[in-house]
C-alpha cells in the first residue's frame, strides 16, 4: 500500500510541478470571463476565414477544370491544400482544448452525435456512424461531448489526409474516368470541411452556453432568499 | 531524546511559529483557517512533547495532528475546488471513498488481541497513509480538470503529500523491530522533512499576496457572468 502511494503520489506532483500555472489560469480567464465572448469571436473569424480561403481555391479549381485548364486546377486545388494543412492541426487544438475544459463543465446542454447522411465522404460518414454508436453507450453530457471532439478531430484528419491523396492522384492519373472520381471526392472533401468546421463551432458555442449557464446556477443560488 | 534531537526540535518548532505569524501577517488565515490552525496547533503540541517527552503527550500530539491533517485536506478541497462545482461533487466523492476504503482496511486488518500499543502504531501510519491518498487523489484531480492552484494551496499540496510520504516510512520503521541504527535514523529523518517543508511553506506564504490565496472564480474579479456572443448582439 505505501508503495503504492509513493509512486502515485510521486508521479501525480510531478506532472503538477511541471506544469506552468500562469499558463493554466490565462486559459481558464480566457474562457469563463467576458473576454471569452472575444476569444469565440476570434476563433469563429479565424476559422471561417481559413476554410473561406480554401473553399474559395477549390471553388476556382472546378471552374478551371472545367473550361479544360487542368494545370491551373491542380495549381489551385494544391494551394487549398496548403491552406488545409495549417488549419487543421489549429483546428485539432482547439478540438482538443474543448474536451479538457468540457471536463469542468457539469450541465453540457444535450450533445447531438453527428449526422453520417451530411457528410458526402464515405469515410467520414462511416466515423459518424460510429460516433451515433458509440453516443448511445456513454451516459454523461461531458463524456458525450468529448467523444463528438475526439470523432470531429479523426473526421478533420481522416478528410485532409484524403484530399492529399486525391491531389497527388489527380497529378498521376491519365484516365478521364479516374480523374472524375477523384475530382468528385475533393468537391466531397470540400462539403465536409465546411460541415465539420460548422459542428465543431458549435460545440465550442455548446461548451461556452453550459460554462455560462453553470455560472448563472451559482448566481441564482447566491442571491436566492435563506 | 538526545542534545541534537532537542536542538533539533526548538528549531523546528521556533520556524514553525515563524511561519504561524507569516500566516497570520500576510491575512491568509483568512483564506486557510484550518491550515493556519494546524500550523499553530502542531507547534504547540510539539513545545508540550519536548518538555514532557511521554508516551501520552506524543499520541495526543499525533492525534490531534492526524485530525488536523483530515480538516487541512478538506480545507483544500473547498480552497481548489470551491469554484467548480462540478469538479468538487468529483472531489468529494473521491475523499468519501478513500475515507471509507481507509477505515475498512483499519478495520479489517487489526488482529481482535492487539495491544494498545500495536493499535496505535498500526493507526498512525494509516491515517497518515489515507491523508497522502486524499492529497494525491485531489492533485489527481487538479490536473485531470486543469485547474488552477493558487500558490499556497499549491505549496501545501505539493510539500506535504511528499512530507507524509517519508513520515508513514519513517514512523513505520520506528514501531516494527529491526535493528536499532535503522531506528535511531528514522528517528532524525522526520523532523529533518518537517523542517524542510516548513521552511517550504514559510517561503511560499512570505512572498504571495494573501489575496492570491482566494479560491479561483470562474466568473472572474468582478463575479460577471460570461456574456454568449448572440446574447452580446
Same mark, same amino acid.
Given at each position: ?32 470571463? *467576458? ?77 447531438? /452525435? ?59 492519373? @491519365? ?48 442571491i436566492a432568499p435563506r | 531524546m538526545s542534545l541534537y534531537q532537542q536542538v533539533f526540535a526548538w528549531l523546528g518548532i521556533l520556524q514553525g511559529f515563524a511561519l504561524f505569524g507569516v500566516l497570520l501577517f500576510r491575512s491568509h488565515y483568512r483564506r486557510m483557517p484550518l ?75 487489526? $488482529? $481482535? ?11 498512525? $501510519? ?21 485547474? /488552477?492552484? @493558487? /500558490? ?9 503529500? /511528499? ?27 522526520? *523532523? ?28 472572474? *474579479? ?12
Open positions: 500500500m505505501i508503495a503504492g502511494a509513493v509512486v502515485s503520489c510521486l508521479l501525480v506532483l510531478l506532472l503538477i510541478g511541471r506544469r506552468n500555472e500562469r499558463l493554466v489560469r490565462r486559459d481558464w480567464e480566457m474562457l469563463l470571463t *467576458p473576454r471569452g465572448e472575444k476569444v469565440y469571436g476570434a476563433i469563429e473569424g479565424k476559422v471561417r476565414a481559413e476554410i473561406g480561403m480554401a473553399d474559395l481555391s477549390f471553388e476556382h479549381a472546378l471552374v478551371y477544370r472545367e473550361l479544360g485548364t487542368t494545370e491551373e486546377a491542380i495549381r489551385l486545388l494544391d494551394v487549398g491544400y496548403r491552406v488545409i494543412e495549417k488549419f487543421s492541426p489549429d483546428m485539432l487544438r482547439l478540438l482538443a482544448a474543448m474536451a479538457t475544459f468540457s471536463r469542468m463543465v457539469s450541465a453540457i446542454a444535450p450533445v447531438q /452525435p453527428l449526422r453520417p447522411k451530411n457528410f458526402r465522404l464515405v469515410q467520414v460518414s462511416s466515423l459518424a456512424y460510429l460516433h451515433g454508436m458509440l453516443h448511445q453507450f456513454v451516459v454523461s453530457a461531458s463524456e458525450r461531448y468529448r467523444l463528438k471532439m475526439y470523432i470531429l478531430g479523426r473526421s478533420f484528419g481522416l478528410a485532409t489526409r484524403f484530399l492529399l491523396k486525391s491531389i497527388q492522384s489527380l497529378g498521376m492519373t @491519365a484516365s478521364e474516368a479516374d480523374a472524375k472520381r477523384e475530382w468528385d471526392q475533393i468537391e466531397a472533401i470540400r462539403s465536409d470541411f465546411q460541415t465539420l468546421t460548422d459542428e465543431s463551432l458549435d460545440s465550442l458555442r455548446v461548451l461556452l452556453t453550459a460554462m455560462a449557464r453553470e455560472d448563472r446556477q451559482d448566481l441564482l443560488r447566491e | 491550515f493556519t490552525l494546524y500550523v499553530g496547533v502542531l507547534r504547540v503540541f510539539s513545545v508540550v512533547y519536548v518538555l514532557d517527552p511521554t508516551w501520552e503527550t506524543y499520541m495526543l500530539h499525533q492525534v490531534v495532528s492526524a485530525a488536523l491533517r483530515f480538516g487541512v485536506a478538506l480545507e483544500l478541497t473547498y480552497c481548489i475546488f470551491g469554484g467548480f462545482p462540478a469538479a468538487a461533487s468529483s472531489a468529494r466523492r473521491v475523499l468519501l471513498v478513500i475515507l471509507v476504503a481507509t477505515a475498512v482496511i483499519a478495520l479489517a486488518t487489526l $488482529p $481482535p488481541d492487539a495491544t494498545s500499543t500495536r493499535m496505535y502504531s498500526a493507526a498512525i $501510519p494509516r491515517m497518515a497513509s489515507a491523508a497522502i491518498w486524499m492529497l494525491t487523489a485531489l492533485a489527481g484531480l487538479v490536473l485531470w480538470y486543469r485547474l /488552477p492552484l @493558487a /500558490p499556497l494551496p499549491r505549496a501545501v499540496l505539493m510539500g506535504y503529500a /511528499p512530507y507524509l510520504l517519508v513520515f508513514t516510512i519513517g514512523i513505520s520503521l520506528l514501531f516494527l523491530p529491526g535493528p536499532p541504527n535503522l531506528r535511531f535514523w528514522a528517528g532524525y529523518v522526520d *523532523p529533518l522533512a518537517f523542517f524542510v517543508l516548513t521552511n517550504y511553506w514559510l517561503r511560499v506564504a512570505w512572498r504571495t499576496a494573501p489575496e492570491s490565496t482566494r479560491p479561483f472564480d470562474p466568473r472572474g *474579479p468582478a463575479g460577471v457572468g460570461l456574456r454568449l456572443p448572440q446574447e452580446a448582439s
